[in-house]
């Protein structure tokens, strides 16, 4: 239907790294901007399409609902929700795509028929693309991204980062069971969120989620695969860290990975701790940061040898933890213990056994207390 062009009508456009905040966001600002509209007041077009030809009709179907009039007068809005083709994607890059896409940048220029609203969110955007310059332009528009927490992040800046997103939910988790969820989402918001939704509707908000319960709830990944197996090392738990180890090999995983990413650096960790602590009486840390207490009073000389994050500094986080569990190894069961690893390491090499029996043994042999 032709109609009137209104080049202040309004477009807004959401974006960013972040899915999970561009979705939520979304969905707020359209219910804000046609609060209770029915079928006829707001028309949804899904833009989260796989095939080039999807695309391509979502984008027609988009152009086609902005050039509609309201149904009885009034306002309409229309949404293009999730749109990935707006991504740097082969989908995306394709011609089929392009030239819809700049038909609805053409129209969006020009201007939008009165009473009509306009919602894109798409994440992941390219910055590089002409769509995205356009709308930038045109639109009002967020960006949502996900945190960076800057080159020399490490455990301690994620953990963190999902501390604050527990503690804005107010669902009560234990240290250990922070650090598993962090294991397990890393940086996705989206996926943080749906697990933080999923471990209150099981636990609610006032009892304490644990570290089992997590483990238990939130789907395994290599990341959190590898923690658990590190952290069940860390407290000498050998029926976890077999459970792990099984999980991990099921998932694939080849045991000199198992053994570089998992073993070999918390053992490390373990052994040189344990060496410090008794060279020097360091007292044990209540929490993993207060370790870094410790070392600052320690000389250059003394901390040379310890490991250290991307930027240089000491990874007094990791070190931290190995100090809270180095109670539970003695020295020289950890010097055997770090002996074994490079034993193993040759075994898994040399073709004779199969990864999993290898690392099996090298745990029972490194775990089970000796009577």
């Known amino acids: ?18 899915e999970s905040g561009v979705k939520k ?8 901007l046609s609060p209770g509209a029915d079928a006829f007041g707001r028309e949804t077009i899904d833009g989260a399409v796989e095939g080039v030809e999807q695309a391509a009709n979502a984008i027609h179907s988009t152009i086609q609902a902005l050039l ?3 149904f009885l007068g009034g306002s309409k809005l229309v949404w293009l929700k999730s749109a990935s083709f707006l991504a740097d994607t082969v989908t995306g890059r394709s011609d089929t795509v392009l030239e819809p896409l700049q038909r609805l940048c053409d129209l969006l220029v020009e201007g939008l028929p009165d009473g009509v609203i306009f919602v894109l969110s798409a994440p992941l955007a390219d910055k590089r693309r002409t769509a995205f310059r356009t709308l930038s332009k045109v639109a009002q528009t967020e960006v949502h991204n996900r945190p960076e927490l800057g080159f020399g992040a490490g455990e301690e800046q994620f953990i963190e980062w ?25 940086l996705d918001t989206r996926q943080l969120d749906n697990e933080l939704d999923k471990l209150e509707t099981a636990f609610g908000k006032t009892r304490t989620v644990t570290a089992a319960e997590v483990r238990a709830l939130v789907p395994q990944t290599r990341e959190g695969g590898i923690f658990d197996l590190s952290n069940a090392l860390a407290h000498r738990d050998l029926p976890l860290a077999l459970e792990t180890l099984e999980q991990l090999m099921t998932q694939g995983e080849k045991g000199v990975g198992i ?4 073993i070999v650096p918390t053992m490390r960790n373990l052994l040189i701790v344990k060496e410090l ?35 240089g500094s000491v990874s007094a986080y990791a070190l931290g933890i190995a100090a809270i569990n180095g109670s539970h190894y003695s ?24 990864d999993d029996v290898i690392i099996a ?3 029972i042999g490194v775990m089970a207390r000796k009577s």
């Open 25 to 32: 966001a979304a969905s707020a600002l359209v219910e804000k």
């Open 331 to 354: 020295l020289p069961e950890l010097e055997v213990g770090f002996a074994a690893c490079a034993t193993a390491n040759q075994q898994l090499f040399s073709g004779s056994l199969t």
């Open 68 to 70: 509609t009039l309201p």
């Open 259 to 262: 053994l570089l990413a998992a």
């Open 162 to 186: 999902t501390t604050s997103r527990v503690r804005d939910r107010d669902i009560q988790l234990d240290a250990e069971a922070v650090e598993a969820l962090t294991a397990r989402v890393g």
């Open 277 to 311: 602590m008794l060279r020097h009486k360091l007292p044990t840390p209540n929490q993993p940061n207060g370790f870094a207490r410790s070392l600052d009073r320690l000389s250059e000389d003394d901390v040379a040898h310890l490991p250290r994050k991307k930027d």
């Open 1 to 18: 239907m032709a109609a009137k062009k209104s080049p202040s009508a309004p477009i807004h456009f959401l974006t960013g790294t972040d």
């Open 361 to 363: 043994r090298l745990l």
